[in-house]
């Protein structure tokens, strides 16, 4: 193993060292709350915690739950368990001290073997499941919920002013279990450990995974058995868009409604935070920077374009979920499985199951080796996000079409009277198209912006998204070239070595794979020619934005937003098989570490090992499908 002895310690490793945990406190004195089960109503069958804790677990299903937003449910007891790993950079988020991971409290509340909730004196929080249905496949799936997945407590950060709603996946049945077992395997686990710190680590908005638990005594079937896992993941909020579906299935618009207030006051930051109306001009301009401050009661505009509060809402939804998927357009990442359950209202990345980033750049790959139609591949991926927000537009359709009559007591309370039902679509309809548009532009907008800074320019001029963006992605498709590895190596060239066409061709093999060309364009020199046309086009740009001999500053710059790692499909399979297979454990650790800290050169580990996981990848381990089991 070879390792630097003399160079100073890598940025992450300093931040392990000197990181200011004054914001953090210990597992006891965390605040905790339960605003989601004390707000919305429970399972009529077991309406109070000690009814659910004095039933036997199997009592309380699977089955049908109506008239109710959760159940109930306390973890399984599991035996022997053994902590794998933790997130530091989690655990200070949601406000926890790390050294918290190597107590036996912290390790008994990730396994499923601790509750804070003390059954005699009847006081504390109890644990619940997520009642919600959803469209798979885009087809309706009934109700659904959290069927392995049990929420703990919600901790408050007081520095940050965040709440987390901790949730232990794999943590055994439920009422929404359907035919399942309640069970995660390892497999599936150690890919949603990774997977959702190394998209925070991006800046891409995700769910949070705090620990990764082995149960080893479990043995799970799936294609074959597997020993079974916890994760103890956190997210501002687990409202999906499948919340809703359910309701709107079911008819119950009071329920609609009163989770459509909790998620505007409780989970979205307050009615006065969401969107305004926005200002006339065009909405590529005018929909980046919306204006703020509208009070709940004000309705904005007139007629089919009368915006009341619930319309904000909607809008502040969509927006969310329109960075979001920029992100992981930006970034190459594909979900692999857009259900409406697994979308989120707070415009988080959740829910991972046979997720990828790309490889070679392919807007057809999709991860899903279930997915025949290509319905969830990386090219259709924001189409789909606005087909699954389309679904709640219809289920608060009815709120945002009131307009002004919203809180009218009768409408309230017996419905839309059938001399205003047909405004009342007519404004809901006008509303989800604009809303469509913003979408639209919100997406575009944080894509630019987000390119823009991969290649490693001050600004987007006009031509650039034709000449440069489209036409670095229509190379990098017709010579196979790798998606996040051309903009690392990108990062690192120098304009005064590109100044001339000779120069610009002999380099345009540094973003080749090894065995060369494996694309449609077989010959060689036309394809040094097409990269050296981009390259000269790029270094134009780069000196528009930095001038001559800021390349150090700008090469900084880019290699702050261009990942030298990430956890490619074949990393995670090597090290499922490591962690399982073999026993191994500090490979976890050391994977985790360049995940955390992805755009380092080196993390002061073994650098042979370093730059495998971050070169090349092999050629028959790319684009590498699996199942939703995984």
């Known amino acids: 193993m070879r390792q630097p002895q003399t160079a100073p310690l890598p940025r992450h490793l300093r931040e392990l060292q000197n990181g200011n945990l004054s914001a953090t406190t210990t597992l006891n004195d965390l605040t905790k709350t339960d605003t989601f089960t004390s707000s919305l109503p429970?399972?009529?069958?077991?309406?109070?915690?000690?009814?659910?804790?004095?039933?036997?677990?199997?009592?309380?299903?699977?089955?049908?739950?109506?008239?109710?937003?959760?159940?109930?449910?306390?973890?399984?007891?599991?035996?022997?368990?053994?902590?794998?790993?933790?997130?530091?950079?989690?655990?200070?988020?949601?406000?926890?001290?790390?050294?918290?991971?190597?107590?036996?409290?912290?390790?008994?509340?990730?396994?499923?073997?601790?509750?804070?909730?003390?059954?005699?004196?009847?006081?504390?929080?109890?644990?619940?499941?997520?009642?919600?249905?959803?469209?798979?496949?885009?087809?309706?799936?009934?109700?659904?919920?959290?069927?392995?997945?049990?929420?703990?407590?919600?901790?408050?950060?007081?520095?940050?002013?965040?709440?987390?709603?901790?949730?232990?996946?794999?943590?055994?049945?439920?009422?929404?279990?359907?035919?399942?077992?309640?069970?995660?395997?390892?497999?599936?686990?150690?890919?949603?450990?990774?997977?959702?710190e190394?998209?925070?680590?991006?800046?891409?908005?995700?769910?949070?995974?705090?620990?990764?638990?082995?149960?080893?005594?479990?043995?799970?079937?799936?294609?074959?058995?597997?020993p079974g896992a916890i994760v103890c993941r956190a997210a501002q909020s687990w409202i999906r868009i499948g919340t809703f579906?359910?309701?709107?299935?079911?008819?119950?618009?009071?329920?609609?409604?009163?989770?459509?207030?909790?998620?505007?006051?409780?989970?979205?930051?307050?009615?006065?935070?969401?969107?305004?109306?926005?200002?006339?001009?065009?909405?590529e301009e005018t929909a980046l920077n919306p204006p703020a401050g509208v009070q709940p009661d004000i309705i904005q505009g007139e007629g089919k374009e009368a915006e009341n509060r619930f319309a904000r809402l909607y809008r502040e939804i969509v927006r969310r979920n329109a960075k979001m998927v920029a992100g992981w357009q930006a970034y190459a990442f594909t979900n692999g499985v857009l259900n409406t359950d697994n979308t989120s209202i707070f415009g988080l990345s959740i829910d991972f199951g046979p997720f990828a980033f790309l490889d070679n750049f392919d807007p057809s790959y999709t991860p899903n080796h279930d997915d025949f139609m290509l319905r969830y591949a990386y090219k259709n991926q924001p189409s789909i996000i606005w087909w699954n927000l389309v679904r709640l537009g219809e289920a608060l359709g009815e709120l945002i079409g009131a307009g002004n009559r919203a809180d009218d007591k009768e409408f309230v309370e017996e419905g839309v009277a059938k001399s205003w039902a047909d405004e009342l679509v007519?404004?809901?309809?006008?509303?989800?198209?604009?809303?469509?548009?913003?979408?639209?532009?919100?997406?575009?907008?944080?894509?630019?912006?987000?390119?823009?800074?991969?290649?490693?320019?001050?600004?987007?001029?006009?031509?650039?998204?034709?000449?440069?963006?489209?036409?670095?992605?229509?190379?990098?498709?017709?010579?196979?070239l790798d998606f996040n590895h051309w903009f690392r190596r990108?990062?690192?060239?120098?304009?005064?070595?590109?100044?001339?066409?000779?120069?610009?061709?002999?380099?345009?093999?540094?973003?080749w794979h090894k065995e060369g060309l494996t694309g449609i364009e077989k010959d060689e020199d036309k394809a040094r020619e097409r990269i050296a046309k981009w390259l000269e086009r790029w270094r134009t740009r780069v000196l528009e934005d930095w001038g001559e001999g800021q390349d150090d500053e700008r090469t900084r710059a880019m290699k702050s937003v261009n990942p030298k790692f990430v956890p490619r499909s074949w990393i995670l399979d090597e090290l499922i098989n490591r962690v399982e297979?073999?026993?191994?454990?500090?490979?976890?650790?050391?994977?985790?570490?360049?995940?955390?800290?992805?755009?380092?050169?080196?993390?002061?580990?073994?650098?042979?090992?370093?730059?495998?996981?971050?070169?090349d990848v092999p050629k028959y381990n790319r684009a590498m499908q699996c199942s939703c089991s995984s």
């Open 42 to 196: 429970p399972d009529p069958q077991y309406t109070t915690p000690q009814s659910s804790h004095n039933a036997e677990r199997s009592a309380l299903g699977p089955r049908l739950v109506k008239n109710a937003l959760y159940t109930y449910v306390r973890p399984e007891p599991s035996q022997n368990p053994e902590l794998l790993a933790t997130s530091r950079r989690a655990l200070i988020d949601v406000g926890l001290k790390p050294g918290e991971a190597e107590t036996e409290d912290f390790k008994a509340l990730v396994s499923g073997n601790k509750i804070m909730w003390d059954a005699e004196k009847e006081e504390g929080i109890y644990p619940w499941a997520q009642c919600y249905g959803g469209y798979q496949f885009g087809q309706w799936a009934g109700q659904l919920g959290d069927g392995r997945a049990i929420s703990l407590f919600e901790a408050y950060n007081h520095y940050t002013t965040n709440r987390y709603e901790l949730q232990l996946k794999g943590a055994g049945k439920t009422p929404y279990s359907r035919f399942a077992d309640g069970k995660a395997v390892l497999r599936s686990s150690i890919r949603e450990f990774v997977v959702s």
């Open 581 to 615: 297979q073999k026993g191994e454990r500090e490979i976890l650790h050391r994977i985790m570490d360049m995940t955390l800290w992805p755009f380092e050169d080196e993390w002061g580990w073994d650098r042979d090992e370093e730059e495998r996981f971050c070169g």
């Open 426 to 480: 007519e404004r809901a309809e006008n509303l989800i198209q604009q809303a469509g548009e913003e979408y639209k532009a919100v997406f575009m907008g944080e894509y630019k912006r987000l390119m823009t800074l991969r290649l490693g320019l001050k600004e987007c001029k006009e031509g650039d998204f034709d000449e440069l963006y489209s036409e670095l992605l229509d190379t990098m498709e017709a010579l196979e």
């Open 198 to 226: 190394a998209l925070n680590a991006l800046g891409i908005p995700t769910t949070r995974a705090l620990s990764l638990t082995l149960l080893p005594d479990e043995k799970v079937v799936r294609e074959k058995i597997e």
């Open 245 to 283: 579906d359910l309701l709107r299935a079911r008819g119950d618009r009071n329920l609609i409604r009163q989770l459509a207030e909790y998620v505007g006051t409780q989970v979205l930051t307050g009615w006065s935070a969401h969107p305004g109306k926005l200002k006339e001009g065009k909405i």
């Open 490 to 511: 990108l990062s690192n060239m120098n304009t005064k070595d590109l100044e001339t066409e000779e120069q610009r061709k002999e380099l345009a093999s540094v973003f």
